[in-house]
């Protein structure tokens, strides 16, 4: 969320902000909006200072015999509108509040400027691709004689899900207790056990409510399945005031992560690509706004350790504007090769959020010795998408017979396998 003040002090770089990210300006109809309630909230302390006045007036007249009708009468004037006050101010609120919880993050100034993810920009890359002395197969092809099932998968849970048997079911285990192992005992991550299941205050304080409700999935209860282990590791520090000699803090989590895939109807249909349930570590830091720039360039070396420790050939793209996510200042992805689709594909987005979360989770810091406090800033990331990393394993590690070598740095979690064999 972004700060009212801010807003009335500038409204000028609020709407040269959004014009960035090809949203509509809307600066003037929230300090029209942000007016009227100030105004209607001097109105009624106003009515409320007469209407006390007035009552110690009754009293003074009652004592001395006097008669109070008209002031009376007054008096319950005033509170009639003073409710009705009220409640026309709460609708106002409310309205503003709908305002300011709709707009995306202020983007960095050094995000590339572009309506789509055509206008990325390659910022580095790391690994060469592998030459094949035959076509290589992309990763559905490779599974279906591994042990990936599709089809018995939709039928218990329909399209855009997946099951995995036996040696691919132990890689997707490895594959995450590497990565897990790389960020806590290497990159200083600690690891936390969350709940699957937040109440509404938890998905609205990282951004996905209200603006991408259509995107997550509710329970009978009124719960929501996390998208992503961003939203419960985040939300550990809500309403929190942290020691400033605390941070940074810096959590990692492996869970599986819920996704409707609205919007995504004719998208990766095909294969593990896209699916509503798959298996992530997320890295979330949580920092002094002075560190955020620092931590966001170390949160994506974190992350792409992961691919290089697996001699995965990737890419990392700065985001451009009209490709950056709502809660994003600036956004980093991680692209793996995938040489069955001859192309890169995204597998982890690593975001500086400034303190746009931490203002809706009202998480703050206080420096030594002083009085008042400072919200924090909130970064997250994938550390990996640990079903894509599968993927890209299948495909770059494949052999012509349908075999997959097992990178080194998996090997152990493995009990020495070398090489998955395909059946039949």
Known sequence: MLDLKWVRDDPTSLDRALARRGATAIAGTIIELDESVRQLQTDIQEKQARRNALSKEIGKIRSSGGDATDIMSEVGALKEAIQTGEEDL???????????AGLPNILDDDVPSGADESANVEVRRWGAHRNFSF??????????????????????SGA????????????????ASLMLDIQTKEHGYQEVSVPLLVRDEAVYGTGQLPKFAEDLFKTTTGHWLIPTAEVALTNLVAGDIIDADDLPLRFTAYTPCFRSEAGAAGKDTKGMIRQHQFTKVELVSITHPDQSIDEHERMTACAGKVLERLELPYRVMVLSSGDTGFGARKTYDLEVWLPGQARYREISSCSNCGDFQARRMKARFRGKGEKGTSFVHTLNGS??????????????????????????????????????????
Request: net charge negative.
């Open 90 to 100: 709460r609708k106002r609120v409310a309205t503003l509040d709908d305002l300011l």
């Open 135 to 156: 076509e290589p197969k992309e990763h559905d092809d490779l599974g279906a004689r591994l042990g990936m099932d599709f089809a018995r998968a939709a039928k218990m």
């Open 160 to 175: 855009r899900f997946v099951t995995m048997f036996d040696q691919l079911a132990r890689l997707e285990r490895a594959i």
């Open 383 to 424: 550390g990996l998408a640990v079903g894509r990393t599968l993927i890209a394993i299948l495909e770059n590690y494949q052999e012509q017979d349908g075999s997959i070598t097992v990178p080194t740095a998996l090997r152990p979690y493995l009990d020495g396998l070398e090489r998955l064999t395909p059946h039949g």
